[in-house]
């Protein structure tokens, strides 16, 4: 039976990623290295950033003051981009489908959690979401990668076992964060990571469409 849906942010809810790459593309400017075109971003993206610069050919040794004034670029850039970005295609739908099927959804994040509760304001979709995981700060990313616990915490707190939710996101990070709580590791495709990323990490299910989630839910539910 699932209980809960937890959804990541950025390219799973948000469609975003171009304003993501471009905003990346303008710290590894500011960084002194060449930007990236979106095929090398989906192949190498991942948190905490120092992974992803280290993929990408960015010295490992950088002084943390210089990588943390380059995620301020990043955030500056991409929140000028992401201010006009819509939802992914089929969000509302699936949204509204949970609420009348009475199973919440919680968003865990690597965003800023103040950032991401401006957008659902904006798109008007908070009423859909019973909570918003996320960061404080905007350099948590560079170096650790903690959505999964925060999200750990809160089903500890709301009393959820970990095998009733289905985990939804974009990037190997979410799969991989299924597979250690024990929950169901639903990977969306046009996003942060490429298909062929996705489909490797073999994910309990690997879709095109957040609608089909529907189908998924009824079935599961069934059993």
Not at 133 to 138: A, W
Not at 141 to 151: T, Y
């Amino acid at each position: 039976m699932i209980k809960l849906v937890a959804f990541d942010w950025n390219g799973t809810i948000l469609s975003d990623t171009v304003a993501c790459l471009v905003g990346d593309d303008a710290a590894l400017v500011a960084l002194g290295y060449k930007p990236i075109s979106l095929k090398k971003f989906q192949e190498t993206f991942e948190v905490p950033l120092v992974n992803f610069y280290t993929k990408i050919g960015v010295n490992p040794k950088i002084p943390k003051a210089k990588l943390e004034k380059s995620e301020t670029i990043f955030h500056e850039t991409y929140e000028a981009r992401a201010a006009n970005s819509r939802t992914r295609a089929g969000t509302r739908s699936l949204l509204k489908w949970l609420k009348a099927h009475n199973i919440p959804s919680v968003i865990f994040s690597n965003h800023i959690r103040y950032q991401i509760i401006k957008h659902l304001k904006r798109l008007k979709i908070e009423e859909y979401f019973a909570e918003v995981i996320g960061n404080g700060q905007t350099n948590e990313i560079i170096f650790n990668r903690g959505k999964g616990e925060k999200l750990m915490d809160y089903l500890k707190a709301k009393k959820i076992n970990p095998a009733e939710i289905l985990i939804v996101g974009d990037t190997v990070e979410e799969i991989e964060i299924a597979r250690e709580l024990g929950a169901i590791a639903v990977a969306i495709t046009n996003g942060y990571n490429s298909t062929k990323r996705l489909k490797d990490k073999k994910p309990d299910y690997l879709l095109n469409d957040l609608r089909k989630i529907e189908g998924i839910i009824v079935k599961i539910n069934k059993t």
